[in-house]
């Protein structure tokens, strides 16, 4: 009986870290899906916002 716990354990383990694996690929994927220009957009309107909330400053 106590062997069969560690045995759902470990699988439940082994689970967890296949799923959280896929997550992580997945969000891989969504990022590397961006343009080098849409990347550049981007960090630009990242810019012009914090630009604006700091008072403008360069």
Do not use: F
Not at 11 to 38: D, H, N, S, W
């Amino acid at each position: 009986m106590r062997g069969r716990w560690w045995k759902i354990l470990g699988l439940a383990g082994v689970a967890g870290v296949a799923a959280t694996g896929v997550v992580i690929a997945r969000a891989e994927r969504r990022r590397r899906a961006y343009t080098p220009e849409e990347i550049r957009l981007k960090l630009r309107e990242r810019a012009a916002d914090d630009a604006r909330e700091s008072g403008g400053g360069a």
